[in-house]
């Protein structure tokens, strides 16, 4: 991966005409989208014929505009709401947490930025062993930034109180 980094650049020139065409056919379909699925199929008939890259481009390499091209913006915009909705969530848990909580709280907030962050360049968040686990650590993120029993003490203060309901 370095190698090609260190020849091609962060973003070769193949990228940014993939991006290219995928804004071209999200003006063709702006609302519905091509379908889901469909950019292995429709990405062929997008391609200039100046279009040089080796490989197949089996995704768009940006997570939010392959789901444009695929579902319309309609969607893409509801998806990018959702993210940044979970990252307001567990941002505001870390500013009112308390110390433990707090880094674990602010590991998970960071992890998600930078992958949302590095999907919009490639498709990391397609990759389903990738997905599953941010899918997990995202969710565990959000249950506890939004349990009201945030705090390891407020647990312990709660316990000895149910202990007494049982004979």
Do not use: N
Request: glycine residues 10%.
């Amino acid at each position: 991966g370095t190698g090609r980094i260190g020849s091609q650049g962060l973003f070769d020139d193949a990228r940014w005409s993939v991006y290219g065409f995928c804004l071209e056919a999200i003006r063709q379909r702006p609302i519905l989208g091509a379908g889901v699925g469909t950019f292995v199929d429709l990405f062929p008939s997008l391609r200039a014929d100046d279009f040089y890259s080796w490989g197949v481009w089996e995704s768009a390499h940006s997570t939010i505009l392959e789901i444009a091209v695929e579902m319309g913006l309609p969607v893409a915009a509801m998806i990018v709401v959702a993210a940044l909705a979970s990252l307001f969530i567990l941002a505001r848990a870390v500013i009112e947490s308390k110390a433990q909580s707090r880094r674990s709280l602010a590991a998970i907030t960071g992890i998600v930025l930078l992958s949302y962050l590095h999907s919009t360049i490639d498709f990391s968040l397609q990759i389903p062993g990738y997905f599953i686990l941010f899918g997990i650590l995202l969710g565990c993120g959000l249950a506890r930034a939004l349990s009201p029993l945030r705090e390891a003490g407020a647990v312990l203060q709660s316990q000895p109180a149910l202990a007494r309901q049982w004979p």
